[in-house]
């Protein structure tokens, strides 16, 4: 049967030299994947967001959310303070594609958000986005 390596006495080369023969497809081939994601990371031409907390604008607007939590736990829809009787009548029918967006204060407590929660689960919501503010 033909052998596919020859043995180390016959082929003529050390140690050493068979193991580079061996790295060197593998350095090609890094080196390739190397260039692939340099050129690919040069033609993404998209900028990148700018990040929450950067521009004094975003500081000054409040959050784009369907429903605010203020620190104290009330509700406010629309920029109106809402109670547990009205909020449910306030907010948009819950539906399959859209999720309700719901911004708390840093200071709003867990049983509050859980009241809140508890609330929205009874009205039909099944997905609730939190969105929160980076610390400073």
Known sequence: MNELVPPPGTSGKGLLDRVEDALLPLINLVFLLLMFFIVAGQLANDPLPELPGTSQLEKERSPEADLMVRADGTW?????????????????????????????????????????????????????????????
Not at 81 to 89: N, V
Not at 117 to 132: C, D, F, I, N, S
């Open 76 to 136: 406010q829809v629309d920029g109106k303070t809402r109670q547990a009787d009205t909020l449910l009548a306030a907010l948009d029918e819950p539906g399959e594609d859209a999720s309700l967006r719901i911004a708390a204060d840093e200071g709003l407590t867990m049983a509050d958000l859980e009241t809140l929660l508890r609330l929205l689960e009874q009205g039909g919501y099944t997905e609730v986005v939190l969105l929160t503010e980076p610390g400073s």
